[in-house]
């Protein structure tokens, strides 16, 4: 069973092909350079660009984290967002730099905004010292502008109201990225996922065991393939949408209920959600808050992600940013998710042994 009536949008296809890849190329100014490149968005841009033969200058903190065969194909920079000199090194003679390095979890809001705002300000620093006409394009969060009251979701010129550390370490970035005049465009994307995804990957582990938690009451989502991330950063990096905020995501909302029946739906599993009360979901984020001091950093549930939780809609207004960018429309959730359960099962993230029933 699926969840609602078909797209009114144009369905993309979840793989970015050679022709594609070259004609959104074909406007990116060379050299560029990339942040978080080791990460899940970065990583899918990397790929896209070489495989769109172009050889990015990458910032990685540890190149033993990128797939075989990728940094020769890169200039790699080692360093960090506090590297002053490796920043200097990433961004000199860049005509375009795409920022996505940061940080999702940490164990307190300080570590947040060290990461998300003062790192950008030092690469904004370093852009501006020996790249002077570089373009940034800045991949923020819908983190930032906050919750929706209203499942139709939040505008990117709506006042933002973040109720989270995370939410106002990345809106602080935005900040810090606007230092470099009209030369940087803002990209907020809402929850993503694809292949390499860690976060809604529990979603899926959780529908292949059959019973999916989710806070109670209606609440409305949005969502994005990660290949629908790869073409906006690809189309800002062009120079389309310069000096604006705009929104990522398909730009029809889904229930969370029915996202996950959709989920279930496209990996063949049976699945049922069980509504949990807010303060439920607040104890279990204290829980993790708990775990992560002691020192398990990967933990999905904090303190900070349950106000996120429990705040209300997560719903982006994307359609007039998704013209903007020259982008005609979305992968569709059941065609992302289905590649999705495909991906992870092969790599051995989700257990066939698990599942109610085979695919």
């Known amino acids: 069973m699926t969840a609602g009536p078909e797209p009114r949008w144009r369905s993309l296809p979840v793989e970015l092909d050679s022709a594609e890849l070259r004609a959104w190329a074909a406007r990116i100014p060379s050299p560029v350079a990339l942040t978080g490149a080791s990460g899940f968005v970065g990583s899918h841009v990397l790929d896209a660009l070489l495989l769109a033969g172009a050889r990015p200058r990458i910032l990685v903190r540890d190149p033993g984290r990128l797939r075989d065969g990728v940094a020769s194909a890169c200039e790699v920079v080692v360093g960090d967002l506090d590297d002053a000199e490796a920043l200097r090194r990433l961004a000199a003679g860049s005509r375009v730099v795409v920022h996505l390095a940061g940080v999702v979890r940490a164990p307190s809001a300080a570590r947040f905004d060290r990461a998300n705002r003062v790192g950008t300000e030092n690469l904004v620093g370093a852009i501006g010292a020996v790249a002077p006409d570089a373009s940034l394009v800045h991949v923020s969060s819908l983190a930032a502008a906050g919750p929706s009251p209203e499942p139709a979701g939040v505008a990117p010129d709506d006042t ?103 989920i279930a739906d496209a990996g063949g599993v049976r699945a049922r959600t069980v509504p949990f009360p807010a303060a439920a979901i607040r104890a279990a984020g204290l829980a993790g808050d708990l775990l992560q001091r002691l020192g398990m950093r990967k933990i999905a549930l904090t303190s900070d992600k349950a106000r996120e939780m429990v705040a209300g809609n997560w719903t982006a207004r994307s359609a007039e940013s998704l013209a903007a960018l020259g982008i005609a429309g979305c992968v569709r959730f059941l065609d992302g998710a289905r590649a999705t359960w495909e991906w992870y099962r092969r790599a051995g993230w989700v257990s066939r042994a698990k599942m109610p029933r085979p695919y």
């Open 160 to 262: 933002p109201r973040p109720v989270s550390a995370y939410g106002r370490s990345k809106l602080a970035g935005e900040a810090a990225a606007r230092a470099l005049g009209g030369r940087w465009t803002i990209l907020r994307p809402p929850s993503v996922y694809g292949p390499r995804d860690i976060d809604v990957l529990q979603f899926f582990r959780l529908a292949a065991r059959g019973v999916v938690p989710i806070p109670a009451g209606e609440r409305w989502v949005s969502v994005a393939h990660v290949a629908d991330v790869v073409r906006a950063i690809l189309a800002a990096a062009g120079g389309v949408g310069a000096g604006r905020v705009l929104h990522l995501g398909e730009p029809e909302a889904y229930r969370i209920a029915d996202l996950i029946r959709l």
